[in-house]
Structures are given as structure tokens and as C-alpha cells.
């Protein structure tokens, strides 16, 4: 089983900031395999990127997604309020078919 | 816009069986597989199973023994029912569509595109 490894666990920023968030996996994955979704309190996760750095649809240019084998990032450019939340990355594999990483919370500084 | 309503009791006594159901509406679950995932504070988000509207369905292996998914395209349903409940399976349970885009002969860019508000269940005497 690949697991997923985000870091940081939190990241404390203001508004306008640029937020990186890591995700890495155990071995080198697909990136086509490869999705990141925000999750804010009492919801549910949101899909924001698929395939590591297409966006979904409806969502803002301020966030995108990079990375190839084993390292992926999602990088917010500019912080909204709306922003603050827990972001997840998923990966389709092989048993179990989809695992998610354990989330990285962004919150206000 | 594709929607997902869980619904299900709240409360589920332990070595009960939970069952819980997915009504989608705004779109048919034909041609689609639907994935049922779970949220817990000790473990995350886990992904629990997925089913095609065919009723073809993959298991977590965590959780093979003791889940079944089932869908029902007449009334555009789906359907998950775990056994021998414990306290562990405590959770938010969401269901959620699974999207891919196909490039030539294979399929890429896996994701859960559409998802329900979740549904709490509480494990529990």
C-alpha cells in the first residue's frame, strides 16, 4: 500500500500569502492518479485538483497544483479568508483502490 | 448539478449491521461508479468501496468482510451496509461520485468530483 505523507501538518499564514502544502507519497506515483481537495468545518470535501494540476470546475486560478514521482504540491497564490481550511491529497493506486493523505490545516496567523 | 443526499440512522448499536442509503438526483448513477467514504477523528478520511451503476463493486480490504454496496437504478440509489458494527466504525459516512476523463485506451485523472453532505453515525449502546 502507497501512503501519503502532507506536510505541514498546519500552516499559519495571513491573507495574501502564498501557502505551499506538500504532499508526498511512499514511492513514485502517477500524477494522473494524483487529486487535492479542501475541506472546511461541518462540510465536505470540495475537489480543487485532478491529475496533479488541472483544476475542477469553478475553481479560482489563485489555486494550483505541480509535482511528478513522488513529491506533488498545492500552492494557494494569494490567501482569501474563504481559503482557511483543511486540504487533503487522494491517490488512485491498487489496494486499497484510493487512500488520502492525513490533511494539511491552513489557519489564520 | 449532480446532487447526493445520505440518509440512515443515526445511531447503531454494536454488532449491528449499519446500513445506510445515497439518493442522487439532478443526474442519473448510470454509467458512473459511486464511492462510499468515511471520516473519523482517529483515521481520517478512508475510502471505503466503490460500485458501479452495473452493481460491479471493489471493496477496501480493511473492510471486504463486512461491507456490501449495492445500487438501484429504478429509484437512482445507492446503498451500504456494514456488519458487525463497533464502536471503530463511528464516522461521518459520505457517498460521492468518482470522475475520471479517458485519454485514448486508458482512464487518468481519478477523483471524487461530487460528493454528499455526510451522513454521522454513532456506534453505540
Known amino acids: 500500500e502507497i501512503v501519503l505523507t502532507q506536510s505541514p501538518g498546519t500552516l499559519s499564514l495571513s491573507p495574501g500569502e502564498r501557502a505551499t502544502l506538500s504532499c508526498r507519497a511512499s514511492?513514485?506515483?502517477?500524477?494522473?492518479?494524483l487529486a487535492w481537495y479542501q475541506q472546511k468545518p461541518g462540510q465536505a470535501p470540495r475537489l480543487l485538483i485532478y491529475?496533479?494540476?488541472s483544476r475542477a470546475t469553478g475553481i479560482p486560478d489563485r489555486f494550483s497544483g505541480s509535482g511528478s514521482g513522488a513529491d506533488f504540491t498545492l500552492t494557494i497564490s494569494r490567501l482569501e479568508p474563504e481559503d482557511f481550511a483543511v486540504y487533503y491529497c487522494?491517490?488512485?493506486?491498487?489496494?486499497?483502490?484510493?487512500?488520502f493523505g492525513p490533511g494539511t490545516k491552513v489557519d489564520v496567523k | 448539478q449532480v446532487q447526493l443526499q445520505e440518509s440512515g440512522p443515526g445511531l447503531v448499536r454494536p454488532s449491528d449491521t449499519l446500513s445506510l442509503t445515497c439518493t442522487v438526483s439532478?443526474?442519473?448513477?448510470?454509467?458512473?461508479?459511486w464511492s462510499w467514504i468515511r471520516q473519523s477523528g482517529g483515521r481520517g478520511l478512508q475510502w471505503m468501496g466503490r460500485?458501479?451503476?452495473?452493481?460491479?463493486?471493489h471493496y477496501n480490504p480493511a473492510l471486504s468482510s463486512r461491507l456490501t454496496l449495492s445500487a438501484d437504478t429504478s429509484k437512482n440509489q445507492l446503498s451500504l451496509t456494514l456488519s458487525s458494527a463497533t464502536a471503530a466504525d463511528t464516522a461521518v459516512y459520505y457517498c460521492?461520485?468518482?470522475?475520471?476523463?479517458?485519454?485514448?485506451?486508458?482512464?487518468?485523472?481519478?477523483?471524487?468530483?461530487?460528493w454528499g453532505h455526510g451522513t454521522l453515525v454513532t456506534v453505540s449502546s
Open positions: 460521492a461520485r468518482m470522475g475520471a476523463t479517458k485519454v485514448e485506451d486508458s482512464w487518468t485523472g481519478l477523483r471524487h468530483d461530487f
Open positions: 439532478g443526474g442519473s448513477i448510470n454509467g458512473y461508479y
Open positions: 460500485i458501479y451503476s452495473s452493481g460491479t463493486t
Open positions: 514511492q513514485s506515483i502517477t500524477a494522473g492518479y
Open positions: 491529475s496533479a494540476s
Open positions: 487522494q491517490l488512485f493506486g491498487s489496494s486499497p483502490l484510493f487512500t
